[in-house]
């Protein structure tokens, strides 16, 4: 079983939301910028202090012009990278309304990551003058699906900070559009249907992922019974194909795992799905 497929850096973690878990090819994306005008940004930067050194890298995807959608999956990016440069998911210190804002966003993240580094430098360097240190911060945000009725973004991020490895996570959202209003497991399905998508999710898992065909073979590579298996903490990535699942590291499972991910197909997708949303 290929476990450490999904130990993605990030430059893999939007493919690895974006096609499931690997087993398929995924139907020809349409050009998301028929639906949506996007731009993008490559930061690269870095600080060294006394042989240590950190470098950060940002790779940004966004949406142009001041459309309701624009400005709240501009303000999403801001709240990820916000939380990225807390070191926790939260409320955003940025605040991303102007399409020219993302560029400011991102450089006010790389700025915080390095001189956070250098003061770590320079205290690692009075309490142990021999040891250097090397830090990495690598974000990135790209589209997953854009289609005239919602957009699947994707942020990953992928952070080393000494240890043994570094720390990778994937978090999707997803928008109704026109609107731009983000949409949750539970606004996405159905009341009383969760139930019903979580039964195909230990399946799907099961087969996709994993590759085992008992119930019993799953709960040796899981932290929790497979009964236990909740919606993912992140939210919901929807594409023409269906439904892309993705847990995070040590969410379900341990590290040598990875992020266990499957897709729940459209055809069985679309009866659990909340009326309303005419996605």
Not at 122 to 149: H, I, K, L, N
Not at 186 to 199: E, F, N, V
Not at 238 to 253: D, K, M, S
Not at 256 to 274: E, F, K, N, Q, V
Request: overall charge negative; charged content about 15%; some cysteine.
């Amino acid at each position: 079983m290929n476990f450490f497929r999904h130990l993605v850096i990030p430059a893999l973690a939007v493919a690895a939301v974006a096609t499931g878990c690997g087993h398929r090819s995924a139907a020809p994306a349409a050009d998301p910028s028929a639906y949506m005008p996007l731009d993008s940004i490559a930061l690269a930067d870095s600080v060294s202090r006394d042989g240590s050194q950190a470098s950060v890298n940002i790779r940004l995807v966004y949406p142009v012009g001041g459309d309701a959608a624009a400005d709240s999956i501009r303000q999403w990016i801001a709240d990820v990278m916000s939380a990225a440069a807390a070191g926790e998911y939260g409320p955003t210190a940025f605040t991303a309304a102007g399409a020219e804002s993302v560029p400011s966003v991102a450089r006010e993240v790389a700025d915080s990551l390095l001189a956070m580094s250098a003061r770590d430098f320079a205290s690692m360097r009075s309490e142990m003058p021999d040891r250097d240190m090397s830090y990495t911060f690598d974000y990135s945000a790209d589209t997953v699906a854009v289609t005239p009725g919602y957009a699947t973004f994707s942020f990953s991020g992928y952070t080393y900070q000494g240890g043994a490895h570094g720390s990778a996570y994937v978090i999707p959202a997803l928008f109704a559009l026109p609107s731009g209003r983000q949409i949750t497991w539970d606004s996405l399905i159905a009341p009383g249907k969760q139930t019903q998508l979580l039964d195909m999710i230990r399946r799907a898992l099961m087969e996709q992922y994993f590759e085992v065909s008992t119930t019993e073979a799953l709960a040796d590579m899981l932290l929790v019974s497979p009964s236990e298996i909740q919606l993912p903490a992140a939210g919901p990535a929807l594409t023409p194909r269906g439904l892309e699942v993705i847990y995070q590291q040590y969410e379900i499972a341990p590290y040598a795992a990875g992020m266990p991910s499957c897709t729940i197909p459209m055809d069985d997708l679309r009866p659990l799905l909340d009326p309303s949303l005419h996605l």
